[in-house]
Each structure stands twice: as C-alpha cells, then as structure tokens.
C-alpha cells in the first residue's frame, strides 16, 4: 500500500514552479515526487540535530583520503 499523502495548496513564484516542473519532466518523475523531494531536503537541512548525508559523505572521505595528515596533526 503507498503511503498516506494529503492534499494542500500554496503559492510560489513563476520561476520557482516552472523550475520544479522542468527538473520533473527532465528526470521523468512526477511533479509531486520533485516537490516532496524539496520538502523532505528543506527540512532536512534545518534539522540542527543530524548532519546531512551529504556532509557526512565528505566527511568520510575527507578521513579516508587525509588519515594519515590528520593524524600527525593530532600529535
């Protein structure tokens, strides 16, 4: 079963919709996953309490790329 969804209405600019309905057809999605997507990616990035994936990605290969540098500048 697909998950709950709800309806709501809002406005946005011209641009701001015409660029989410572009992405959409560009990637041959629905409208409404491009827009979830952002939602999910705005509060994602506001939520001061989990780093995001992309932050940790880097992080990690930051660590496996300069182990070695890293740790002399901890001595």
Request: glycine share 2%.
């Amino acid at each position: 079963m697909p998950p709950a969804r709800e309806k709501f209405a809002t406005q946005v600019s011209p641009e701001a919709l015409r660029g989410v309905r572009e992405l959409a057809k560009k990637e041959g999605r629905q409208f409404q996953s491009v827009v979830e997507e952002a939602f999910h990616d705005v509060v994602e990035k506001h939520n001061p309490a989990k780093p995001r994936p992309s932050v940790m990605a880097a992080h990690r290969a930051s660590m496996d790329r300069y182990a070695a540098v890293y740790k002399k500048l901890a001595e």
